[in-house]
């Protein structure tokens, strides 16, 4: 059995570890606010930019650009978003899982060298090139610091490597983020773009709460006020609308936006679903340390207990062969 002085000093250390991930844990719940209103803020122009791309899809326009036609798959990029620091519990292991699985899916299937990894976080750039990956370019700073100009400039990289035939299709390996519980890791296809199916894609988020407790977050979805949101339905603009200079020129512009938009939308997700991860484990770190402390505080307590009743017993009897 440890000596109280040896229990009473892993008391200390673990006292200390907690007041860490506390901290830590206040920490992420500020930057996760910060991730949130950054997302809302994206959230008009998407509206928009959807609206106006669902209006072009009511009217039934046949047109089709080099954006949207799918085409036989030869080479395939990757564009991969991860952490660039740690404790953040399987984030980063389960993004780095995905991101190998398919690479290994379309070498299985393509042959080696077919697959071009976009590092967008410093851990999964350290892991591909670890693996010997076909890895372009240095993006780590962007997670720190999301920047749309430079999700622009890879998404135009992306789209003059596709128009030029050197790449067939791009995929996002992200955490899509719902809530501060909850993070969908997603595997999206990014070029050719699928107009219908990303526009019919799921945009539920929670972007208030910060709650991360199971618990609480199912006491969040029994209580909170069901808010009746009546979707107006989209309609052609009109029978006899003109479109200038023509309906394939408006669309090449619009679906680089929409793959502008859908880079960055990635990016501020897997930002705040990595904040999001980091306040998870360190609250659960913070109850493992509550509930270390509890049991060494009872052992203690028996350890102390323990001892002074044998001093009893020693002077008692003592005195007693006295």
Not at 70 to 79: F, I, N, Q, S, T
Not at 108 to 132: F, N, S, T
Not at 138 to 152: G, Q
Not at 170 to 182: D, M
């Amino acid at each position: 059995m440890p000596s109280l002085k040896e229990i009473k000093g892993r008391i200390a250390s673990v006292n200390s570890t907690r007041k860490i991930t506390s901290a830590m844990k206040m920490v992420a719940s500020s930057k996760l606010h910060h991730a949130q209103v950054a997302i809302q803020n994206m959230l008009p122009y998407e509206t928009m930019l959807e609206h106006i791309l669902k209006s072009f899809l009511a009217a039934e326009a046949e047109s089709q650009t080099i954006y949207d036609q799918e085409r036989p798959v030869k080479r395939v990029a990757l564009v991969v978003f991860s952490s660039n620091s740690s404790l953040c519990g399987g984030f980063n292991a389960n993004i780095i899982k995905m991101m190998t699985r398919t690479v290994d899916s379309y070498t299985e299937e393509l042959g080696q060298g077919c697959v071009e990894v976009y590092p967008i976080g410093r851990k999964v750039a350290e892991k591909a090139r670890k693996l010997g990956y076909d890895v372009k370019g240095d993006y780590a700073a962007l997670v720190d610091h999301p920047n749309v100009r430079e999700c622009i400039d890879i998404a135009m990289e992306l789209g003059e490597k596709f128009a030029k035939g050197e790449i067939d299709r791009v995929e996002l390996i992200y955490h899509h983020f719902k809530s501060a519980g909850s993070q969908v890791l997603t595997n999206k296809q990014f070029l050719p773009i699928d107009v219908e199916s990303e526009l019919e894609r799921d945009h539920e988020r929670d972007l208030t709460s910060n709650v991360v407790t199971k618990k609480a977050q199912d006491y969040l979805k029994k209580n909170r006020r069901k808010k009746v949101v009546q979707g107006r339905e989209v309609v052609p603009l009109n029978d006899n609308f003109i479109v200038e200079p023509d309906m394939n020129t408006v669309l090449s512009q619009l679906l680089p936006k929409m793959a502008h938009l859908m880079l960055y939308t990635a990016l501020l997700d897997s930002v705040a679903s990595e904040h999001a991860a980091r306040m998870v484990a360190m609250q659960t770190a913070t109850d493992n340390a509550d509930e270390l402390l509890r049991q060494l505080n009872l052992q203690y307590n028996k350890s102390r207990q323990q001892a002074i009743t044998s001093e009893l017993l020693d002077i008692v009897g003592g005195s007693v062969n006295n």
